[in-house]
């Protein structure tokens, strides 16, 4: 066994993140700005709000979470999703900051851990900004286009770095793009949200040519810079390797947003299959009591009692369910506090819960894999979805390669002013399209498919 001052002398000179650097309110683009602003909004909620009254936060309720946006039976869309995990993350945020305090009490930083309830919702209510329409089979579709597809032929213009993003196209990639680039017409810094905001929405904080075979990476070429910047004011830890490429450690806070972002996708999508009848009530009931010992499912029974309608007793379930792993995983945060900080913490939060949690989550998601995610409707939409993408790339990406032809004049005047589509070099063409294709709605794009091919074209006799 090791002696106590050998761990402690361990302890001392491991490197760790700090709170006092990881909580920052420096607004990117706008360093050398400092408006202090009377009022009790922080920086950290104007971000919130700043998201929330923005034009890509309104467009995530036209853009699928899993199922075929809703009909006669309301199911989940991006926006609701994303509103869902702000409050979940919140919550476990909340519960992580009053433990954090007390046991840094001393210390003269102490109270910036008030911020973390604040920037943990800012940065759950924009994780989902940068996904195409159709779900995620919207990010495969952009990336196959240039790994399998038309888009293949571009590979020998493009740096390697350049076209790793192409063919990894990775929603939270296009997120810290979509918050950091500077569109044309809009201000330095993009949506000039806070360092420690925009670190907490990088899940993957490293670049591209370093993506693992689920296509998952931080940043794209374009903003490896910039992300660089904000991971070095925040004291972030780099991982450097012999490949010269760019890695850090996660901030702290990815692991509640990504937490609440896994809690929430997976207990309400097992909500949704059963409103749309995918799942049985007697299928679901099990399912969900599964994640409680017997003293407490006894309980529950007994608060189900009070109800007759099906939906009820489910909505209860998952409340019941949500408060579970919010203050499971809170704790699981608290206890591997050092790990995280020293970059050390190995998988998710989820991963590392007790295992009646872990052991209920784990069959949470077998059965959606089962039952949901290859359901009739949910693959239609993915079939449709990739479809529709291809075409648009594939007629956007050839406007912009050669602007000078007639039909291509006539496709670009319809590409919104802010999208660089005449940028001076071939990537910043193809990214501008790309940016214009992400940020569609899945109700814009089948309009826009439909229209260039004739489809909603209307003739008067």
Known sequence: MRNFATMMEADIHAPAMRWDKLICDTRFGLEDYNDNKPGSRSDFQRDYDRLVFSSPFRRLQNKTQVFPLPGSIFVHNRLTHSVEVACVGR??????????KQKHAVEPWVHKLDALGEI?????????LGNPPFGHSGEKAIATFFSEGPGKELQSELTPGQWADLTNFEG??????????RFN??????????YSTLASIVKYPYESRLATHKNKFGFFTSEAADFSRVADTLGMLPRPGDDGAIRYARHPLVYLVEAADDICYEVMDIEDAHKLGLLATDEVIPLLLSFFPPERVAHIHRSMARVDDPNEKISYLRSCVIGTLVNACADTF???ERKILEGTFEGTLISHLPDIERQGYASCNELSWQK?????DVVDIELAGTTIISDLLQRLVKAVRYPGLN???LLLSKVPQQYEVAAPTLFGKIQAVVDHVSGMTDVYALDLYRRL??????INN
């Open 407 to 409: 039909y291509s004049k």
């Open 91 to 100: 919550s476990m945020a909340t519960e992580v900051s009053i433990a954090l």
């Open 372 to 376: 949901i995610y290859h359901s009739p």
């Open 172 to 181: 939270n990639a296009n997120t810290f793009r979509l918050l950091t680039h």
């Open 185 to 194: 017409g809009r201000r330095p810094g993009g949506f000039a949200m806070t």
């Open 453 to 458: 091919n004739g489809l909603s074209l209307k």
């Open 120 to 128: 943990v919702a800012a940065a759950c209510l924009a994780h989902d």
């Open 334 to 336: 608290i206890a591997n």
